[in-house]
């Protein structure tokens, strides 16, 4: 999972992002509402925390922006308690959820991954496609333990199978928005996992739609 956190107070968000990353959540920080605007409208996250009081634009703007524009990525309000009316507004502006200052880092997990998960697959630790079970808890695919980068795009190819995934899309994804330029490592992770598929003799393959981007799907 990738998230966007949208937050001005250094302290709190460098202990947010740390606990967030040990759960597993991968976070990109803005530290102001015009760059959490500019990153919260690409379809890169899987979620979005976002904090009301903040320089430049605040919360509830970006969350107007964001949903004006039909994006309809989950968003976590974040404010302090005594704002019971922001909270009614982040709600009526379509946000997500909402968390009043200060919470609980594991509070936040809990919410993220309620909000993340498919209403079918509660409490769900493994995802799964063809013969490819993937453990989010262990990062490891039919037991085989994956690195952090093969980790991110295996959920996301099993989470999306029979349908086409960009290269940008993968990279923004599992890589992050900073991460221009690079589209190679998005080929050279497929070849790793790739290599992976054939040392378990799965009945899955990963694709290449050419010009268009990569697929997982059966063999045939
Ligand atoms: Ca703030």
């Known amino acids: 999972m990738r998230i966007l956190y949208v937050e001005d107070e250094k302290y709190l968000a460098d202990a ?14 803005a530290a102001d509402g015009e760059e959490g ?12 925390v976002l904090d009301i009081m903040l320089p430049k634009l605040s919360g509830l703007e970006i969350l107007k922006d964001v949903r004006g524009r039909g994006i309809k990525t989950p968003i ?16 009526n502006y379509g946000a997500d959820d909402y968390l009043a200052k200060p919470f609980k880092t594991s509070e936040l997990v809990a919410r993220l991954r309620a909000l993340v998960r498919r209403p079918a697959l509660q409490d769900e630790k493994i995802i799964s496609y063809g013969d490819l079970y993937y453990n989010l808890e262990e990062r490891s695919l039919n037991d085989i333990h994956l690195s952090e980068k093969e980790a991110a795009l295996i959920e996301t ?3 999306n199978p029979d349908h086409v995934q960009s290269k940008e899309f993968l990279l923004a994804h599992v890589w992050g928005s900073d991460s221009a330029g690079e589209d190679n490592y998005v080929e050279v992770y ?4 790739r290599k992976k598929l054939e040392k378990l003799k ?12 990569y697929k997982l799907c059966l063999k045939n």
């Open 157 to 159: 190819l099993i989470r």
């Open 202 to 213: 799965s009945n899955v393959k990963i694709k290449t739609i050419r010009s268009l981007g």
């Open 76 to 91: 976590i309000m974040l404010s302090a308690l005594s704002q019971v009316e922001d909270k009614i507004k982040g709600l």
């Open 16 to 29: 947010v992002i740390h606990v967030l990353e040990k759960s597993g959540i991968s976070v990109d920080h």
């Open 190 to 193: 497929i070849s790793y996992l």
């Open 37 to 48: 605007l500019s990153l919260a409208v690409k379809p890169t996250y899987d979620a979005i």
